[in-house]
Each structure stands twice: as C-alpha cells, then as structure tokens.
C-alpha cells in the first residue's frame, strides 16, 4: 500500500496531461499536489504544519525557475522589437540555409556549450528562441530543445551534477574522475543516436540521410574533446566540448561538408559584419558573463554564493529570515520546523545575466519608451499560467520527498531496485530519470538517489562507480520528460497546453536512451 500511494499519484498526472484531450499543466498539476497532499496527511500521517511548511518554501523555490523563463522571454522580446532577430537569421541563412545544420549548430553545438556554462534550463532558453525566429514550429523547436539538451547536462554549470551531485557519497578523487569516464563515455555513445531522434521531430528521415555526415562530424566535434577532457576533469567537458563542437559546426557548415545544398531563401547578399556583432551582442553578453560567473576558478563565482548574512531578521512563529551579502534571501525554520528555502538573487541567471543583458541593450538598439514598455508587458503577460503550474509541481515535489525513508520518492526507488534484483544495472538510469522528472535537476537526482545507488551497488558487490554514472546519465536524459523543462520552454516559446502531448512524444528517445545506458552498462559491467 505505502508503494500504491506513492505511486498512484504520478500516474494520476501522467494520464491527465497525456490523454486525449489533455488537462493543461496548471490545473493537473495543482490538482495533483492537493492529491499528495492529503495522501501525506491522511496516509503516511505526516504533521500538517510540515506539510504547509513545505508548501510555503515550495512557493519561494518557484521564483528560480520563473524569474529564469521572465529573463529568457524578455530578452526575446529585445530581439525580436528591435531586429536583431531578423538580422541573426539572415546571417545564419547566408552561413547555411539547410536547416539540418542548422538546427545542428544552434540546437546541439550552441546548447551544448551554453549548458555546459550554466545549466538552470539556460540552453532552451537561448537556443529555442534563435530556431524559432528561423522559421522553425514553436512546438517542433520545444521537443528538439528537450531532447537535444540531456548529452551535455552530467558536466552542466561547470559540472554541478557530478561533484557536488555526489559530495554526500563521501567519494574520493578517483571516485569522481571514474565516474566522470564513465558518465562521458555513456554519453559519448548515446551521442550516436540522440540527435538523430531529436532531428525527427522537425525534418524527415530522407533530409537525415542526406546530411548523415554533416551530422556525425557536428555531433562528434562536441562529444570527442567532451570525452577526452573528462579523463582528467568533471568541471569543463561539456563547456569546452561545446565551444569547440560549435567553432567546428559552423566552418563545417560554411564549407558544405556533408551537407546537402539548399537554395538561399534570402537575396544571397552578405550581412554586414557590424550588424551581426550589433544584433549577436546581447546573445555573447549573456555566454560571456554565464562563463564568468561559473567557473569558481574566477572567483566570481564564491562572490555570488557568499552565504554569510548580513541581515537577520526574526519571523516570530514564521521563521527567520536573512539576506547575505551576496543577497542569497534564506527563509529557515519556516512555521517553526526544519523546512527552508533559499532565492540567490544574483547566481539565478534572471538578473543576472538576462536583466542585465537586457538594461544594457536597450540604448544599444535605441529602443523607444513605448517599445520598452511593450517588451515588459508582453512578458509579463505571459507568466501567470506557468508559475501556477511551477508552483503545483514544486509543492508536488516538495510532498514527495518528505518522510526521510519513508518518502514516496525513496519508497518507489527502493520498490524498483527490489523487483530487479541483480538485473538493477539495466535499469538504475530509469531512477536517475525519476529524480529529474521530479526535482528538474540533474544534481538534485543525484543527491536524492545518488545515496540509494550507493548502497545498492555495495550490497550486491556492483561497481559504484559505474552505478553513480548510470545515475548521473539517468538524470541526464530524464531532463527530456521533466516537467520544469517543459514548462519553461513552451512559456519562452508561447506555446499553450502542450506539455502533455510533449511529454508523450520525448519519453521515446527518453527510453532510448535508458536502453543505450542498460547496454553500456552490460559492456563496461563486464
């Protein structure tokens, strides 16, 4: 019963976003944290000034995943009022007007490195936008975004996901140096497929095979230094993989290798150099401060982070609350129990870089008054559905990770790992995908799971090292069905009520890719 009840729910809101005429995120995801709600309540009898403890941080975690989506829309809006998007399309058209290497530049290369520089759902953020704006279907470009981005994201933000993923573990170096081979060279194999089921969901198969090479050479020119790279580093595979991969697609690309020709929608004429510096400056701003602003050896990074308070204010029976000097605002001992949240105002990438981004380019571009004011409007009219459904999926999450062990989330991992038994190895990436579809987060999977793993792989005389990888390469590719991602996309895209058809179509590759990770882990097991 405890694994019904902490089942039932999921699937509940599975069906509901995923049946034919499906209920829109906001509703089925409020409607499902009420459900959890009460089943913590009433079934696992969890105290109810814990459970409102938690659904009021649920409530401040929020505004890191919507303030994220604001700054993203808002610099879309930049582009496309004040023509920098018009210019950057003709300059990607004069580069290549096939579209297979072109959503091969900017879909895989481009994201690969922007993922690598900052994660928090950064590369769908930029990248959807740019493929938009070339002529591509908003709904075609979300589900390539998805599941292009799920490669790169073990190493994302300077690779979080593995080294402090995992800090809990108690792991040594070597530990982590193993786990970072085997994570790069899972994915470096999935790397092979995963594009090319992206690719279908905007071309046909025979434009595939007619740019096959293109592809490959693209695809490889990111995950060969990825791999080589993560033989000595777990921080940098995916940045300095992705610049690199997108330096090479674009010369690849501009000397027609292994690509087919396209006739020129535009008049073929050369966009001048400044105009593109001009209209490609807010998109540089923003890699060069996400560059700056993680990578820790930089010291920028620690600044952002700086915990130490600098106010303290105490709530009563509220809680208390303080803002460091880094002003991270924390809410601790929310309702007089353990229960906090946390909002690092300057490290979210939404002031900074987007806003930021943003005030900078406005007299760049000499936007007018009416123009500013449309461009925040605009965005801001756009926010009121996905932060209702951010908020019902947090509370969601929230209520499924209380209990310690007897949390629903940990109930249903244990429940799995059981019913396999030693044929665990072919399907612990799947709980990896779990702690992404719940939490969003490549790294909060591997702090939920990465301890369960563990044990499982020192219980039945497994390789943890191998075991932690699949874990991490799970979280990887559960990033195509999370519901935070998909959220986000179609908000910055405009797309309304299609987060269950979405979620239907990127659980394919999704399983895909568990099925390469059950193969490798066979071959590498052995």
């Given at each position: ?129 740019i493929l938009v704006g ?141 105009k593109v510096v001009k ?131 940990i109930i249903i991992g ?113």
């Amino acid at each position: 019963m405890p694994l019904f009840f902490s089942i039932a729910p999921i699937v509940l809101l599975i069906w509901m976003m995923t049946k034919r005429k499906g209920i829109p995120s906001y509703i089925a995801l409020s409607l499902t944290a009420i459900i959890v709600y009460f089943i913590q309540l009433f079934w696992f009898e969890a105290q109810p000034i814990l459970l409102n403890a938690n659904t009021i941080t649920a409530l401040v975690s929020v505004f890191t995943p919507i303030t994220i989506i604001l700054g993203a829309i808002l610099l879309n809006k930049l582009m496309q009022i004040s023509g920098a998007e018009d210019v950057v399309r003709n300059w990607l058209e004069n580069i290549t007007p096939n579209p297979v290497a072109q959503l091969m530049i900017i879909g895989w290369a481009f994201a690969f490195m922007i993922e690598g520089a900052s994660g928090f759902g950064t590369p769908a953020a930029i990248a959807a936008p740019i493929l938009v704006g070339l002529g591509f279907n908003p709904l075609r470009v979300a589900l390539l975004a998805l599941v292009m981005n799920s490669v790169p994201v073990s190493f994302g933000a300077v690779g979080t996901p593995t080294w402090f993923g995992f800090a809990n573990l108690g792991l040594t170096d070597d530990n982590f140096f193993e786990i970072s081979k085997l994570t790069a060279l899972i994915h470096f194999v999935a790397g092979f497929v995963i594009p090319l089921l992206a690719l279908r969901f905007i071309v046909s198969w025979q434009e595939i095979r007619q740019n096959m090479l293109f592809i490959f050479l693209s695809v490889l020119s990111c995950t060969v230094p990825y791999l080589l790279l993560a033989q000595v580093n777990y921080e940098f595979p995916a940045l300095v993989g992705g610049a690199i991969g997108l330096a090479l697609s674009v010369l690849l690309a501009r000397m027609g290798i292994g690509i087919k020709r396209y006739e020129r929608k535009s008049s073929g004429q050369a966009v001048p150099f400044n105009k593109v510096v001009k209209a490609m400056m807010p998109t540089l701003l923003l890699i060069m401060i996400l560059i700056i602003t993680r990578i820790h050896q930089l010291g920028i990074k620690t600044l952002l982070n700086n915990a130490e308070a600098n106010w303290q204010f105490n709530l009563g029976w509220l809680g208390d609350l303080s803002i460091s000097k880094s002003l991270i605002v924390s809410w601790q001992h929310v309702l007089g129990t353990s229960a906090s949240a946390s909002y690092k105002t300057l490290y979210v990438p939404a002031i900074i870089p987007f806003l930021l981004v943003v005030l900078v380019c406005i007299p760049l571009f000499r936007l007018n008054c009416h123009q500013v004011r449309q461009m925040f409007c605009e965005t801001v009219s756009r926010i009121f559905k996905p932060f209702i459904a951010l908020f019902g999926a947090l509370v969601m999450v929230n209520m499924m990770m209380l209990g310690n062990e007897n949390a629903p989330v940990i109930i249903i991992g244990k429940a799995l790992a059981t019913m396999t038994g030693e044929s665990w190895l072919l399907f612990s990436s799947f709980l990896g995908a779990l702690g992404s579809f719940f939490s969003g987060s490549n790294t909060v999977s591997n702090l939920t799971f990465g301890g369960i793993q563990h044990s499982i792989a020192l219980s039945n005389g497994m390789n943890v090292n191998l075991m932690l990888a699949l874990q991490s390469v799970g979280g990887a590719m559960g990033n195509m069905v999370c519901l935070n991602n998909i959220i986000a996309v179609c908000s910055i895209l405009g797309i309304a009520n299609a987060e269950g058809q979405i979620m239907k179509k990127t659980i394919i590759p999704m399983l895909v890719y568990g099925g390469i990770a059950a193969v490798m882990a066979i071959i590498l097991a052995s």
